[in-house]
């Protein structure tokens, strides 16, 4: 059984509004609302009319949507898992630029 892939290459300097975030993510405006209740989401703007997310909400919105349809993962879980994905992933980058570091130090 073959299955169609769809890609959409996002901007990471762009700025999208909530039509776009839901068209983007195919998900309902109040799912996007559930997720800025929990705070696992922040658009910019007052009101929904003016709210403007950052392209790294759009991959927020698609790991909330793996955790919770593959996991059975309820908000606040979901909020936690993305928590510690999040550090996981700075500690990696910390760790990859010691042994830079330390490469080059051993190398002089």
């Known amino acids: 059984m073959k299955q169609d892939l769809q890609c959409t290459t996002i901007d990471e300097n762009c700025e999208?509004?909530?039509?776009?975030?839901c068209n983007l993510c195919k998900v309902h405006a109040q799912f996007v609302q559930d997720l800025i209740d929990e705070g696992i989401v922040s658009p910019h703007g007052q009101h929904?009319?003016?709210w403007k997310f950052a392209a790294i909400e759009i991959k927020r919105i698609q790991v909330s949507i793996r955790l919770q349809t593959d996991l059975r993962?309820?908000?606040?879980?979901t909020a936690l898992a993305l928590e510690l994905?999040?550090?996981i992933e700075q500690?990696?980058?910390?760790?990859?630029?010691l042994e830079q570091l330390y490469a080059l130090d051993k190398k002089s």
Do not use: D, F, V
């Not at 999208?16 to 975030?21: I, M, N, P, T, V």
């Not at 993962?73 to 879980?77: D, F, Q, S, W």
């Not at 500690?91 to 630029?97: C, I, P, Q, W």
């Open 48 to 50: 929904p009319g003016e």
């Open 85 to 87: 994905l999040e550090e």
């Open 16 to 21: 999208y509004s909530l039509r776009e975030l």
């Open 91 to 97: 500690l990696r980058r910390s760790k990859s630029r």
């Open 73 to 77: 993962i309820n908000l606040p879980g």
